[in-house]
């Protein structure tokens, strides 16, 4: 496997470092403002409405050593698989990347500095989320296009 040069690894962490601290503030700012200005149990059917997900994806509940457990193990998976397929060649994937990881690392920090993961955007019967839901949602959605519909696969940094 041929490895990065030093040069290559700048550029990648000039145009990945960026975006991902910009998502992950986004998230982290927007979940203060709505524990600071909103309140738990007030819904409404499109807006805002605070809630705690003690869950997973959907509320789905397992125990908090689980949810690190499993949440570790995405990552480590995701990491090995970056490298491997060397995804950091290439912005799309690398925009995704950023994407994916602080959408990731959001909703992991809220859970080690709350115990919960803070939800607060409402659309109708869909249950509450996050800005950091957002960004894994749309990181599939981009990761997606590109397998589907890209024709150059790889486009160099």
Do not use: C
Not at 113 to 131: A, E, M, Q, S
């Amino acid at each position: 496997m041929k490895m990065i040069s030093a040069k290559g690894f700048d550029r990648v962490w000039l145009f990945f470092g960026p975006l991902f601290l910009l998502f992950l503030g986004l998230d982290q700012l927007s979940k203060w403002a709505a524990e600071r200005f909103l309140r738990l149990g007030e819904s409404s059917d499109v807006g805002f409405a605070l809630s705690h997900n003690t869950g997973i994806v959907l509320g789905f509940n397992l125990p908090l050593v689980a949810i690190y457990v499993l949440t570790a193990g995405i990552l480590g998976l995701g990491g090995f698989l970056v490298v491997q397929n060397k995804l950091w060649q290439d912005r799309w994937h690398l925009f995704g990347l950023a994407l994916l990881l602080a959408g990731a690392i959001g909703n992991l920090v809220d859970r080690l500095h709350y115990g919960f993961v803070v939800d607060f955007i409402k659309v109708y019967w869909w249950p509450t989320f996050n800005l950091a839901d957002v960004w894994i949602v749309s990181a599939v959605i981009l990761f997606a296009w590109e397998f589907l519909f890209r024709e150059k696969v790889v486009e160099k940094l």
